[in-house]
Structures are given as structure tokens and as C-alpha cells.
């Protein structure tokens, strides 16, 4: 069984920072793209953040790029996002995914593992 954990959401003030974990535990699809996705209520469901296996390869979608990083550590089974000049918009419910293939991408419909989520409330 897959198991994916996320940790490190939080209430922070604009201009602040935060570092999101992703533990995973089973099948955790390494092999794979992984990615940090997010919906804020009302919203649609995006991709926020995607790497490929071994970390190569990064995509971020332009409202976050410059401000957050992406990383994976395979030999620890861990994904992060690290967070910075963080904005009200960013307000929303992130959510660690393991895609089947080996790029994923952006698109939320590519990833089939998906964790609990933590929340990231921004106030201005």
C-alpha cells in the first residue's frame, strides 16, 4: 500500500515562509513524478510544483515560480516544498501526489496517489 503524509502547513503572514514534508511509506512510485498541488475553496484543483525522478527536472506554474522550490530526497522517501514570499493567494489546501508515469507534470489528473493535505492560510 502507498501511504503519502504531508506536514509543515501552518497560518503565516504575507512575506513569510513555510517547508512542506511529504512522507511516503509503501509504494511510493519513486520511479515517478511526484508534485505538490493545491485548491483553495471555490477554486479549481492546480499543480503547483512538479520533479521528476531523481530530481532532474523541476515545473512550477508561474504565480509560484521565483518563490517556491521543489526537492526530493528518493533514499529518504521524501518530498518538500519550500515556501517563500508568501502571498494571501497562496491560501489554499497542499497536497503531496505520486504520478503513475514517468512525467506528470502540472496536471493534477496525471497523479493517482495523493495524500491528506496540510493547510497554508496567508494573511495580509
Known amino acids: 500500500q502507498v501511504q503519502l503524509m504531508e506536514s509543515g502547513g501552518g497560518s503565516v503572514q504575507a512575506g513569510g515562509s513555510l517547508r512542506l514534508s511529504c512522507a511516503a511509506s509503501?509504494?511510493?512510485?519513486?520511479?515517478?513524478?511526484m508534485a505538490w498541488l493545491r485548491q483553495a475553496p471555490g477554486k479549481e484543483r492546480e499543480g503547483v510544483a512538479a520533479?521528476?525522478?531523481?530530481?532532474?527536472?523541476?515545473s512550477y506554474t508561474d504565480s509560484v515560480k521565483g518563490r517556491f522550490t521543489i526537492s526530493r530526497d528518493d533514499a529518504k522517501n521524501t518530498l518538500y516544498l519550500q515556501m517563500g514570499s508568501l502571498k494571501p493567494e497562496d491560501t489554499a489546501m497542499y497536497y503531496c501526489?505520486?504520478?503513475?508515469?514517468?512525467?506528470?507534470?502540472?496536471?493534477?489528473?496525471?497523479?493517482?496517489?495523493w495524500g491528506q493535505g496540510t493547510q497554508v492560510t496567508v494573511s495580509s
Open positions: 501526489a505520486a504520478a503513475s508515469s514517468y512525467w506528470g507534470g502540472l496536471d493534477p489528473s496525471r497523479y493517482t496517489c
Open positions: 520533479i521528476s525522478p531523481g530530481g532532474r527536472i523541476t
Open positions: 509503501g509504494n511510493t512510485y519513486k520511479s515517478f513524478s
